[in-house]
């Protein structure tokens, strides 16, 4: 079963900021936060990663609470490209034992 | 780079009939995948290899057999094809599975009538 719980569907303007929730409440302290997104059936697309800092990258910025039950992706200035379905995955680091683990994620629509 | 490149792209097969798609990596990545995904839901692992010579199961590895001859190519075998077994398959892979470092192909669409 997946570890992470995710709305199931979101709506965004184009131009605003789309914030997607995640919650993790079984974190364990060597998990990482994972996010990818898949658009429209393409093989899913790594965005950003983190332990417990933000983290900001070109794509994204990734938001994890102090006690790392949750975490938000943001996505800055949203465009409707950024339209996909958007997943929170939960790992260790490395290695096999953590191998991704899709839940259903979050559809995010990008509108004019 | 080619990345991760799958074969065929689109496939019709009849229940019974037997194939194997196709998956290769160019990044010398030790770590190769299999997932399915079905209309409306996520992915779910069928099989993933750590290196050459060694393959393991996940979550839906049933009716699927899996090699690993060498580091560049994963094929993913179907047995006995069933309608079940009618899904969208994308292979991954990844340098020592890092959790951020996973590639994914375009993927295989497979109807079994």
């Known amino acids: 079963d997946a570890k992470t719980t995710q709305p199931t569907s979101m709506d965004c303007a184009e131009g605003r900021a789309a914030n997607l929730p995640c919650n993790h409440s079984?974190?364990?302290?060597?998990?990482?936060v994972y996010w990818y997104r898949q658009i429209h059936s393409q093989g899913p697309q790594y965005i950003i990663h983190?332990?417990?800092n933000n983290e900001t990258n070109e794509m994204a910025s990734l938001i994890i609470t102090e006690d790392r039950k949750s975490s938000t992706l943001i996505l800055p200035h949203a465009t409707l490209r950024d339209t996909a379905v958007y997943y929170c995955?939960?790992?260790?680091?490395?290695?096999?034992?953590?191998?991704?683990?899709f839940g259903k994620g979050t559809k995010l629509s990008v509108k004019p | 780079n080619a990345g991760v490149t799958q074969t065929p792209k689109f496939q019709v097969l009849k229940t019974g009939q037997s194939m194997t798609l196709q998956c290769a990596q160019d990044?010398?990545?030790?770590?190769m995948s299999w997932y399915r995904q079905d209309p409306g839901m996520g992915l779910r692992l069928i099989h993933y290899?750590?290196?050459?010579?060694?393959?393991d199961q996940g979550e839906v590895p049933n009716g699927y057999n899996v090699s690993r001859s060498t580091t560049e190519d994963f094929p993913l075998r179907l047995l006995s094809a069933a309608p079940s077994q009618t899904s969208v398959y994308f292979c991954?892979?990844?340098?020592?599975?890092?959790?951020?470092?996973?590639?994914f192909g375009s993927g295989t669409r497979l109807t079994v009538v």
């Open positions: 983190g332990l417990k």
């Open positions: 290899s750590v290196g050459a010579g060694i393959t």
């Open positions: 991954a892979s990844s340098y020592s599975g890092r959790g951020d470092g996973y590639t």
């Open positions: 995955i939960v790992r260790v680091a490395g290695g096999s034992q953590g191998n991704l683990i």
């Open positions: 990044m010398n990545h030790e770590y």
């Open positions: 079984t974190i364990s302290g060597n998990e990482y």
